[in-house]
């Protein structure tokens, strides 16, 4: 696509006169030339409309683009704060290594102490220190804290994509071109 300055103009502009196209002279150069009011009229009235409609398809196709960058923005902003959260958890006092795929309760002490511990609030019963309980969660795999309510939807949504993987032969994904060439 050429986009030289030379289509910058808003003016109605008019092909310029050849008397000879192609070396051949015309019979009558002057009835090429005739154009009415009327004419330049319509020709600017019609290229007006043609800006129209282009400027209204750039703004139509921006505004996908628009929406797309709204959901980008709020899907980052939601990566953030998960791990935001989760250096967080891995930030809190614990006196053990913790393994994926676990559960470990979190607790705060009366000197405003987070901790992990290994013992739920049912095990503890009434015999546990002065505590209160903020919640438990799951160390994942990939070092990442599911909340202990959330992790059957977890573990469903991990069985899916499982499925969805094992249904990848090994074959199949050797054929695979990766070569994008852009």
Same mark, same amino acid.
């Given at each position: 696509?050429?986009?030289?300055?030379?289509l910058?103009?808003?003016?109605?502009?008019?092909?310029e006169?050849?008397?000879?196209?192609?070396?051949?002279?015309?019979?009558?150069?002057?009835a090429?030339?005739?154009f009415?009011?009327?004419?330049?009229?319509?020709?600017?009235?019609?290229?007006?409309?043609?800006?129209?409609?282009?400027?209204?398809?750039?703004?139509?196709?921006?505004q996908?683009?628009v929406?797309q960058?709204?959901? @980008?923005? $709020?899907?980052a902003?939601? =990566?953030l704060?998960?791990?935001d959260w989760?250096?967080? *958890?891995?930030?809190v006092?614990?006196?053990?290594v913790?393994?994926?795929g676990?559960v470990y309760?979190?607790?705060?002490?009366?000197?405003?102490?987070?901790y992990f511990?290994?013992i739920?609030?049912?095990?503890?019963?009434?015999s546990g220190?002065?505590q209160?309980?903020?919640?438990?969660?799951?160390?994942?795999?990939?070092h990442?804290?599911t909340?202990?309510?959330?992790?059957d939807q977890k573990?469903?949504?991990?069985?899916? @994509?499982? $499925?969805?993987?094992?249904n =990848?032969?090994?074959?199949?994904?050797k054929s695979?071109? *990766?070569?994008?060439n852009?």
């Amino acid at each position: 696509m050429d986009n030289s300055d030379n289509l910058s103009t808003k003016a109605v502009a008019l092909v310029e006169r050849n008397v000879q196209p192609q070396g051949i002279p015309l019979n009558d150069p002057e009835a090429v030339a005739k154009f009415s009011k009327q004419d330049l009229v319509a020709l600017a009235a019609e290229i007006q409309k043609a800006d129209s409609f282009v400027k209204s398809n750039a703004c139509s196709k921006l505004q996908v683009i628009v929406e797309q960058i709204r959901y @980008l923005k $709020k899907q980052a902003e939601s =990566i953030l704060m998960e791990a935001d959260w989760n250096t967080k *958890l891995h930030h809190v006092a614990c006196n053990f290594v913790k393994h994926p795929g676990h559960v470990y309760h979190l607790y705060q002490r009366e000197t405003g102490q987070l901790y992990f511990s290994m013992i739920s609030p049912e095990e503890w019963g009434n015999s546990g220190p002065n505590q209160t309980y903020k919640g438990s969660y799951r160390l994942e795999h990939d070092h990442s804290w599911t909340p202990l309510g959330n992790t059957d939807q977890k573990n469903k949504d991990m069985a899916m @994509l499982d $499925k969805f993987w094992s249904n =990848i032969s090994t074959t199949s994904s050797k054929s695979i071109d *990766l070569n994008v060439n852009v």
